[in-house]
């Protein structure tokens, strides 16, 4: 967003902690339900947050969520795989190699510190988590933005 001398509005500080709060609450690892109900229900959320201030400039804000936002749905991911045998063959068919997905399958690290891995990055890529249909943040604003 440039500097055009124009006065422009953004989000308050409420409400985007509140947005995070929400998408914390809805990836939290303990909750129920399958990974497609949890990627519908943030879909719904995202959208009409985002439908909602798209007029705001919050470019390096919403880069950072989405950014957070995959992290935890890896974190969710990686938690829900449980067993180390789980761990393993998940690993194996998104593509890692055997010995690099033994090691990391058997590590003791917590989950949020794994998915900081390159292991898991490779594993559950951006491109992937949209595949599953998750709608990508950034490309939502900017449809938005450009819209008004």
Not at 96 to 110: D, F, H, M, P, S
Request: aromatic share 12%; hydrophobic share 35%.
């Amino acid at each position: 967003m440039e500097n055009t001398g124009k006065v422009r509005s953004r989000p308050s500080k409420a409400a985007k902690l509140k947005f995070r709060n929400r998408l914390r609450k809805l990836t939290s690892r303990k909750r129920p339900g399958t990974f497609k109900q949890i990627i519908k229900e943030i879909n719904l959320y995202t959208q009409g947050w985002i439908n909602y201030y798209g007029i705001g400039d919050m470019k390096s804000f919403i880069k950072s969520v989405a950014h957070w936002l995959n992290h935890r749905l890896r974190q969710l991911c990686w938690k829900r795989w449980n067993k180390v045998s789980t761990k393993f063959r998940m690993l194996r068919k998104y593509g890692i190699e055997k010995e690099e997905a033994w090691k990391v399958a058997n590590t003791r690290k917590g989950y949020w510190r794994m998915t900081r891995t390159h292991t898991l990055h490779r594993a559950i890529t951006k491109k992937k988590l949209v595949n599953w249909g998750l709608k990508d943040l950034n490309q939502l604003f900017q449809q938005r933005y450009l819209s008004y």
